[in-house]
T-cell receptor, first 115, second 113 residues
């Protein structure tokens, strides 16, 4: 029972490099989210998906792209990394239709440093 | 614009004491208010949650108090233990649409033995 798994756990990039963060969930959840966590700011929503093949922007989407080709996976891409994107990234999933509101389950995060 | 404001930023409590964390929200459409607990190196985990039609919810040593008219809610941790030392986030969301969480800025709680 893995829940939400994020890979990689740590990564250091140089400015301008690209990378993809992978999130996988095994709970058959419809909704998936990417948040970033910065000191003193809580978690902020980057992008989200309400089902396979759908994505939408959150509050801080600039510089990021996402894809949800399979229901269980949600990918977050950085096309050209910038130092301002140094953060801890969390993926979360929730909601099975017909079961009412359910808590979001979070992965353990990806710690990303952009030099 | 910060829709959920949380205080204090940090809190030190003696073992056995009461920890109190406060949050205020702006969007009156929010209809679900969870608290998350986060340990270092881990993701947030749901601790307790409340809906606005209830003024209080208690689960073990953890209690949420909710004041709809004041648009405020708080977490009370009774008989605080060193194992409760963590960062606590209040949040709010709508039970429709994207169901994304709007988080407070977090409170770092340290319970001293």
């Amino acid at each position: 029972n893995a829940g939400v798994t994020q890979t990689p756990k740590f990564r250091v990039l140089k400015t301008g490099q690209s990378m993809t963060l992978l999130c996988a969930q095994d709970m058959n959840h419809e909704y998936m989210y990417w948040y970033r966590q910065d000191p003193g700011m809580g978690l902020r929503l980057i992008h989200y998906s309400v089902g396979e093949g759908t994505t939408a922007k959150g509050e801080v989407p600039d510089g990021y792209n996402v894809s949800r080709l399979k229901k269980q996976n949600f990918l977050l891409g950085l096309e050209s990394a910038a130092p301002s994107q140094t953060s801890v990234y969390f993926c979360a999933s929730s909601y099975v239709p017909g079961q009412g509101i359910k808590p979001q389950h979070f992965g353990d995060g990806t710690r990303l440093s952009i030099l | 614009q910060q829709q959920v404001k949380q205080s204090p930023q940090s809190l030190i409590v003696q073992k056995g004491g009461i920890s109190i964390i406060n949050c205020a929200y702006e969007n009156t459409a929010f209809d679900y208010f969870p608290w998350y607990q986060q340990f270092p190196g881990k993701g947030p985990a749901l601790l307790i949650a409340i809906r606005p039609d209830v003024s209080e919810k208690k689960e073990g040593r953890f209690t949420i108090s909710f004041n709809k008219s004041a648009k405020q809610f708080s977490l009370h941790i009774m008989d605080s233990q060193p194992g409760d030392s963590a960062t606590y986030f209040c949040a709010a969301t709508l039970d429709t649409g994207r169901r994304a969480l709007t988080f407070g800025s977090g409170t770092r709680l340290q319970v001293q033995p």
